[in-house]
């Protein structure tokens, strides 16, 4: 699947909805292919990028955090999630960005930066100071994009298993 995100059309955000499953799916497995080719087992993105399809039917009929879809030229280009922290050791004054994924063709266009913006304003209708992220600590293009967008690692980290163990840190900026 390839995608013109070259064009000046602006991009919409909205809530997704089942119908939406397959074009995230999509988006989910093209861009773990390229974010992190060089850091997790492709073995495992290959097996995480099986489970996908059914995974986004899953997510979008049990709703338990707002999903969203980010669209160019009616097509969909990314996903994110922006809900309550997962952590325990965040008060009520948080929110979390709980995954934002671009497809690898519209990387560099400005979308994930307007996206970050709706995010924060997401957060900051609902009276929230601070908005985190988890990113992997080798995940060198992403950490750079957060700081960009006024993130910085507030010491927080915990290692995930990605087929090898993976270091994430949290990330957090004042809204």
């Known amino acids: 699947m390839s995608i013109d995100c070259n064009t000046s059309a602006p991009i919409t955000i909205r809530p997704a909805v089942l119908a939406d499953a397959p074009d995230m799916a999509e988006v989910h497995m093209r861009s773990w292919e390229v974010a992190y080719k060089d850091f997790v087992p492709s073995n495992y993105i290959k097996q995480q990028n099986a489970t996908r399809p059914e995974l986004w039917q899953r997510i979008l009929s049990e709703m338990k955090r707002p999903q969203y879809v980010i669209q160019k030229n009616g097509a969909t280009v990314g996903i994110m999630c922006v809900a309550p ?7 009520e004054d948080f929110y979390e960005l709980h995954g934002i994924y671009l497809h690898p063709d519209c990387y560099r266009q400005g979308i994930g930066t307007q996206a970050m913006g709706f995010a924060f304003d997401i957060a900051r209708n609902l009276g ?14 992403s950490i750079k994009f957060y700081e960009k967008c006024g993130f910085e690692a507030d010491g927080k980290t915990k290692t995930l298993d990605c087929g090898k163990p993976l270091t994430a840190i949290r990330m957090k900026k004042d809204l």
Do not use: G, I, R, Y
Request: glycine residues 0%; charged residues 30%; proline residues 5%.
């Open 128 to 141: 929230k100071k601070t908005m985190t992220v988890w990113v992997f600590a080798e995940n060198a293009n």
């Open 85 to 91: 922290p997962q952590d325990d050791d965040l008060s």
